[in-house]
């Protein structure tokens, strides 16, 4: 059940990250839901290591265990054994769907966070109006998630994840639900967004070219049980795009040894 | 600080995916929501007419919509009406609140604790279905014919369909919305204040509107069974007449009563639940 042919491919995590102060570190982490015959191993001694300040993402097939993996960075759940370190407090957390509160505002889901700190109401109010501009929302303060376009709450949301004022950002699958021309856009905003907060970023998903495209570093996930089977460094040099030739070229590579890693599963 | 070079971009997009919606004239959805249930008031009192002009009955056992609606005027006209309304609405009022704070201790209690809801979980709804008139009797053997018997049993009748609505509130507030209040350090009071009270507020005041039909029912037969010297109420009112063969004055009392079950369901629970829902887009506003 842990063998693993794909073993000769994988690159140690620590050399991706060597010498570098990390953000997250994870060292053996096991999860399993349920006990006895019924239990399922959903993460398997998974070892990884995040360079702090880096733009990693995490590519794998269903039940790779990508989204338990964000739970346990994100202290939503406890792995079963290992240990999970996460480098200067709770990260935020972006999920597939906005997950913004319906009964509130743009602004004042925005505003939540700082709330909740106890940031004083003139601060906040400012705060606010700064990261609706962040997200070239200025002008839809007073609307609901349900008067947005999906792509516009995903902002929100981004809007509120900054709100936190947390160095590590964890989005789980956060445009698989939206429509080309506002992925590529929310790609650009994701990247520039980066490159201006050397934020660390750990971005999952299952699109290999979004991964390519956006990333430092792809690190690929087996599936039933996740552990890492691929470790990938991404150097492209100038502008990227998702069509780019250099981004074809790699997620064609990594895309290979995700099928493989797929068709795995086919056998009985 | 923002990436400017994206921003026409997002504003083109923006633009295109809101398509503009403008609320028509409110004159015009007032006029459209009020015109259906006129015509259905038309045709009530129409058919009303036409039983009694069927002479089914004696004019005296039943009185056409013209008598009984002089005989109500007459009623507010002398100020006896007016005073049998505000002694109901007082007990309605006061059973109805305990109602809703003995519902919503209980409902938190339950809705926290494992143990508890396996214990009377079932038991709570199961009082639901209990006619509330089946108290009466325990009722006035504990408490005699007084206001607090009539009282016990509207906090008997309402608080579990309060009780009820603030459970299943709480039991279905998305898992995803907790996820997300966990992770920007909504814990505690904080989760209860800021996601789980405002998430299960929708089904919450759909179990209030509930509570207040069950109280209104209850407060009824016991002001029927329960009658208290000096206390001029609806249900004595409608005691009265009947024991006095005063039929205009008996359909003149439960029209009243009919009218506040509806003003206080349609007009104070109905529109908070609408806005609610509404401003959540559960429903077209």
């Known amino acids: ?268 | 600080m923002p990436n400017d070079a994206l921003g026409p971009d997002f504003r083109g997009l923006d633009a295109l995916e809101l398509q503009a919606s403008s609320p028509k004239p409110l004159g015009r959805r007032l006029a459209r929501a009020v015109w259906p249930k006129l015509l259905a008031i038309g045709i009530v009192l129409a058919v009303w007419e036409a039983v009694v002009l069927a002479k089914i009955w004696p004019d005296y056992l039943l009185p056409g919509p013209a008598v009984v609606l002089s005989e109500l005027a007459a009623g507010f006209a002398d100020g006896t009406l007016p005073l049998a309304i505000a002694v109901t609405m007082r007990r309605a009022i006061i059973g109805y609140l305990l109602a809703a704070i003995i519902g919503i201790l209980v409902g938190l209690a339950v809705s926290r604790s494992r143990l508890l809801r396996d214990a009377v979980g079932s038991l709570i709804t199961g009082l639901q279905t209990m006619p509330s008139i089946a108290w009466f009797p325990l009722a006035i053997l504990l408490f005699q014919l007084s206001e607090t018997a009539i009282l016990f049993v509207v906090v008997l009748g309402a608080a579990p369909a309060i009780a009820n609505g603030v459970i299943s509130g709480i039991d279905t507030v998305p898992p995803l919305l907790l996820r997300a209040g966990r992770v920007l350090g909504a814990r505690g009071i904080a989760a209860y204040r800021y996601v789980i009270v405002p998430a299960a507020l929708p089904t919450f005041v759909a179990g209030l509107k509930q509570g207040w039909a069950f109280a209104w029912r209850s407060l009824m037969a016991g002001e029927l069974l329960v009658i208290v010297a000096g206390q001029p109420s609806i249900g004595v009112r409608l005691q009265l007449a009947r024991d006095l063969l005063d039929a205009p004055q008996l359909i003149a009392t439960m029209i009243v009563i009919l009218v506040i079950g509806i003003f206080v369901d349609a007009v104070v629970f109905s529109t908070l639940e609408r806005s609610i829902r509404a401003r959540r887009g559960l429903i077209d506003s």
């Open chain 1, 1 to 268: 059940m842990t063998s693993r042919p794909l073993a000769e491919v994988q690159a140690s995590p620590a050399d991706a990250s060597a010498g570098l102060p990390l953000a997250i570190e994870l060292a053996g982490v096991t999860k399993v839901y349920g006990r006895g015959p019924e239990a399922v191993v959903a993460l398997d001694a998974l070892d990884l290591a995040i360079a702090d300040g880096s733009f990693v993402s995490i590519v794998g097939a269903s039940g790779c265990g990508k989204s338990t993996l964000l739970s346990l960075i994100a202290g939503l759940d406890q792995p079963t054994a290992g240990r999970v370190k996460v480098w200067g407090g709770h990260p935020a957390l972006i999920f597939q769907e906005a997950a913004l509160f319906p009964w509130l505002t743009a602004a004042e889901n925005i505003e939540l966070p700082l709330k909740l700190r106890g940031v004083p109401r003139a601060q906040r109010r400012e705060r606010v109006a700064d990261l609706l501009e962040r997200v070239h929302l200025t002008g839809f303060a007073g609307m609901r998630p349900h008067e947005l376009s999906g792509g516009m709450r995903q902002r929100v949301a981004i809007a509120r994840a900054l709100a936190q004022d947390v160095q590590t950002l964890l989005m789980d699958e956060p445009f698989g639900a939206l429509d080309a021309i506002t992925r590529d856009l929310l790609h650009e905003e994701v990247e520039a967004l980066w490159t201006e907060t050397r934020m660390t970023i750990l971005f999952v998903t299952h699109n290999v070219r979004e991964a390519v495209r956006l990333s430092q570093r792809v690190v690929l996930l087996s599936s039933r049980p996740g552990h890492v089977v691929g470790d990938f460094p991404i150097r492209i040099e100038g502008e990227r795009r998702i069509e780019a030739p250099e981004v074809s070229e790699l997620a064609i590579v990594i895309g290979r040894q995700l099928g493989a890693e797929v068709r795995r599963h086919g056998v009985v």
